[in-house]
């Protein structure tokens, strides 16, 4: 991958994933540090699609710790089933939020955030971490993200 992701001039969600994920695959393939596969995969979704916070929170503990991230400062620690993220965990599945002020208990790290998408990472059928992704426009993921995410965190867990 370029300092930039290089992506088709086309608003189609689904061409930009087929294009952005290769990129990010081509560019932590062959890094064996954690920390560094995750921070060049947010800078890479939050260049591609521009959305307000990409990054991840790791499992420490009994809680989920902020890791690599792009966007504005966030919070640092969150708890199983609090907000979204520790919802996702909870409940080991993605969760797509169209309206976070919809959502209950939703944590407010910054109130730009319009939308959200949490998707959990496993390894040997535990959740080990999620990746978080903000947008500033209402009802912003689908099925396209999710799928999409999932099959990005799959190769991102042979990195835990």
Known sequence: MTETPILPETQDRAMRYQTLIPQIKALIQDEDD????LANTAAGIFQGFGFLWVGFYLVKDSELVLGPFQGPTACTRIKLGQGVCGQSWAQRKTLLI????????????????KSEIVVPIFVANQVVGVLDIDSLHLSDFSDIDRLALEDLNRVLAAKF
């Open 98 to 113: 169209d309206h976070v002020d919809d959502f209950p208990g939703h944590i407010v790290c910054s109130s730009a955030s």
């Open 34 to 37: 954690l920390i560094a596969s």
